[in-house]
């Protein structure tokens, strides 16, 4: 959601929740379901160069097998500058940060917010996120995004669960309502990790989650900008 504070001013809020269910063949290998609760809350900020804008996204969290269990709170987000080549044609560069639990998780971003046409669209950033979106019509939108997923988790036993994925997929959204979005989107996820560990980078297990494919289907409130 985003509110217009003055002119070029956004702030951006944009809570939501997920929740993991992984399970195995082998059923010593079952993880918990573990779960989150994020708001970021960003800020889109001009500066005195009109071609130039700052983004400051910062984002509480809880996850945990347990929300709002102990030691379940994250603090992170992102920053970032955009540079407009041309009117609708932006390159982005930066940096994300957040409070993991297994360490301090630092990632530099690089990406863009381009108009390719009246109907096709590139926006995200590297390495999190990158999306190209065509236009059907006013309420119909599809594309394909690439998705590379970093996050930890509290376990129940005092341990935290440390989750990589990278998926590749397509998306259809759908707008129900002017402002009610219904996203159907299949997937495939590659390299993935599970990792335990008590506190830092030494896990005590370490394996293949497998690739394999996904679906999810989600709902969204959406003001396009």
Not at 168 to 177: G, I, N, R
Request: with cysteine.
């Amino acid at each position: 959601m985003a509110l217009w504070l003055r002119e070029k001013t956004y702030q951006l809020l944009s809570p939501y929740y997920e929740s993991w269910t992984l399970d195995s063949a082998d059923k010593s290998q079952v993880v918990p379901r573990v779960q989150s609760l994020a708001f970021p809350i960003g800020f889109i900020l001009p500066l005195k160069n009109p071609k130039w804008g700052l983004n400051i996204l910062p984002v509480i969290r809880w996850n945990g097998e347990d929300l709002f269990g102990e030691k379940t709170f994250q603090f992170g987000g992102a920053t970032f500058l955009s540079y407009e080549k041309a009117p609708g044609r932006k390159i982005r560069f930066g940096v994300y940060m957040n409070s993991e639990f297994f360490g301090l998780f630092v990632v530099p971003l690089v990406g863009a917010d381009w108009r390719i046409s009246d109907k096709d669209y590139i926006f995200g950033l590297l390495p999190g996120r990158l999306t190209w979106e065509h236009k059907l019509n006013q309420r119909l939108y599809w594309g394909a995004t690439f998705r590379a997923i970093t996050n930890s988790y509290r376990l129940k036993n005092g341990q935290y669960l440390r989750l990589d994925d990278n998926q590749l997929s397509l998306y259809l959204d759908a707008y129900v309502a002017k402002r009610i979005c219904i996203t159907l989107e299949p997937g495939y996820g590659i390299f993935r990790q599970l990792r335990t560990g008590q506190e830092g980078r030494n896990y005590l297990t370490n394996r293949n989650w497998g690739d394999g494919p996904f679906i999810k289907l989600s709902s969204s409130y959406r003001i396009r900008l």
